[in-house]
């Protein structure tokens, strides 16, 4: 099994000589690197050929954001499963192992998650894919290990193997041939939940989604868009949109961009009281750009076959703002 491990890079060269060592000194044996350079105007890729001359670069010709930097990159590699690999990710002994494992038992299994464990605290979940992604009824993406802000501590709780339903585009897995049966990611993210999309789309197609615990690494986070950011809540809000008007069945889609529409006024209010304003107004510019894309998303989500793999029944903000319930085992 042809494994490409795939970082995409802008102007990373700090990170780059951070965590490079970790994913040369335990992938080599398993997987090629390669470095897909988003255009930077740093030293970044001189630096990768003085130091590390095995890996191979795929140089992009402009900096197209997560989704057009990994689409771009990988009509050039040749493999049977990617790793697209955050830059900023310290990977671990016999990380890729459990992952090849998976893939060889499970034919229907497309896209994999490792553990992710927050490189600032390793006692803590990270951020950003935890221990596998889902999504409640109106939307909202959540994480075992992480709920909205709330990170809970590893004790082994998370060890198993199961489906999720969508994986952390910080080290997402894929089999190549469905990421390019899919037409790889939708362009018109940018960055954020463009791999919840392309794991809902995997999904509609038959494939399955997993979670393998047995495989950890630890991610830093907000390396490229730091938390408190109002682009990223822009990004977040209007992506987490364009997913439900594209993916969820026509029966439920327009009740849950109504109830979504209004959950983010409260949270537009919510930000405003904390002042915030520059969040509240990124909400409200995520809705201008939501409803200027509706119609062009409308076509898209003629190309989708909607299955009723959408049947879920949790409100995550009901669970955690009004019953309290900030760990994932006490969701109901």
């Not at 590390?52 to 499963?81: F, H, Q, R």
């Not at 997993?210 to 630890?218: I, L, M, Q």
Request: glycine content about 6%.
């Amino acid at each position: 099994m042809k494994i490409a491990i795939v970082i995409l890079n802008w102007n990373g060269q700090k990170l780059l000589e951070q965590f490079l060592p970790s994913v040369m000194n335990y992938s080599l044996q398993e997987a090629t690197v390669y470095i897909a350079d988003n255009a930077s105007t740093d030293s970044s890729i001189d630096y990768v050929k003085k130091f590390y001359p095995s890996i191979k670069i795929v140089k992009n010709e402009t900096n197209g954001g997560y989704a057009k930097g990994y689409n771009d990159a990988l009509k050039n590699i040749n493999a049977d499963i990617y790793c697209l690999l955050n830059s900023d990710i310290d990977v671990t002994k016999n990380w890729l192992q459990p992952i090849v494992e998976a893939f060889k038992s499970d034919e229907k299994t497309a896209i994999i998650q490792p553990k992710i464990l927050d490189f600032k605290d390793k006692t803590k979940f990270e951020y950003a894919g935890a221990a596998g992604g889902f999504i409640d009824l109106y939307g909202y993406p959540y994480c075992r290990g992480r709920i909205f802000n709330h990170l809970e501590s590893e004790k082994g709780q998370f060890n198993d193997e199961i489906d999720i339903f969508w994986a952390s585009g910080a080290c997402l897995f894929i089999r190549s041939k469905v990421y390019h049966q899919l037409n790889g990611f939708d362009e018109d993210y940018f960055a954020h939940q463009e791999e919840i999309d392309l794991c809902w789309r995997a999904q509609n197609n038959g494939h399955n989604i997993k979670y393998v615990g047995k495989s950890t690494v630890y991610h830093v986070g907000g390396a490229t868009l730091q938390e408190n950011n109002p682009k990223k809540t822009y990004l977040n809000f209007r992506n987490s949109l364009l997913n439900i008007l594209k993916n969820v069945p026509k029966e439920k889609v327009v009740f849950v961009i109504f109830v979504r529409l209004v959950l983010d006024g409260i949270a537009s209010i919510k930000f405003l009281l904390e002042m915030k304003p520059l969040h509240t107004l990124a909400i409200l510019k995520s809705h201008f750009s939501f409803y200027k894309n509706v119609f062009k998303f409308l076509k898209k989500r003629k190309k989708i076959v909607q299955k009723q793999n959408y049947n879920l029944h949790t409100s995550i903000v009901w669970q955690y703002y009004i019953l309290g319930r900030k760990m994932f085992k006490n969701l109901k």
